[in-house]
């Protein structure tokens, strides 16, 4: 089973950011949705919220490998809003995300070019004020040893650029650990070695954890 997971990227956080082109505003929200229902639900709350406006155009992605895309242009010429928004979701390769850009019409037509280059700057001036994150899989390890091993095997996982999830302390101590998959057998191996095979390891089931994206990775 854990061959079969792979790592992806979602916007962990609400962001919003806004451009002005030709005095038109453009409103960007960045939402991390769960569900279609989910990102329906987000898309009617900008609509009411931003029910002024004269465009409300947005496109979400669902999935672990983007198996759900959806846009709408909202009343926009076709192909220059909803599809410029995905486009910047998908090459970001997000998913579980949704994007909702208003536009306040400014009274200066901006044409086909210019429309695309607004919605594509404004999603990507809102994805610049989300928390980005890879979703990596991983393996949840238990490890317990006596006082004087754990203080080894913590200074061994730290040195690996790893920290434990919680320790417990009672007559022995407990470190829960989530280890990347890539280095779980690393791990298993140090804190065999820095224990002298003394500490019981248990490797329980393969989950996800966050691993933060660098923003400079959307320009």
């Known amino acids: 089973m854990s061959n079969e997971l792979t790592a992806y990227r979602i916007a962990a956080s609400a962001g919003e950011g806004e451009i002005e082109e030709k ?42 490998k983007q198996e759900i895309m959806r846009y709408s242009d909202d009343g926009e010429p076709g192909g220059t809003a909803g599809k410029p928004i995905l486009e910047v979701l998908s090459g970001a390769g997000l998913c579980y995300t949704a994007a909702v850009v208003t536009r306040y019409f400014g009274g200066t037509l901006l044409g086909t070019g210019g429309l695309v280059r607004a919605y594509t700057q404004a999603t990507q001036a809102g994805l610049a004020q989300s928390r980005l994150v890879w979703m990596c899989p991983g393996d949840q390890l238990t490890i317990t040893a006596d006082y004087t091993a754990m203080g080894k095997i913590r200074y061994a996982i730290e ?34 070695e820095v224990s002298n095979g003394q500490a019981k390891i248990v490797r329980g089931d393969v989950t996800y954890f966050e691993q933060s994206t660098n923003k400079s990775d959307l320009t």
């Open 23 to 64: 005095k038109s505003r453009f409103i960007c929200h960045i939402r991390p949705v769960q569900s279609e229902e989910e990102a329906l639900a987000f898309i009617e709350e900008m609509k009411k919220t931003y029910w002024d406006a004269r465009h409300n155009c947005y496109a979400f992605i669902l999935g672990k």
């Open 159 to 192: 040195q690996m650029g790893m920290s434990p999830a919680d320790m417990e302390y009672a007559a022995d101590v407990t470190m829960n650990l989530i280890a990347p998959q890539e280095l779980t057998e690393a791990v298993i191996k140090k804190v065999t």
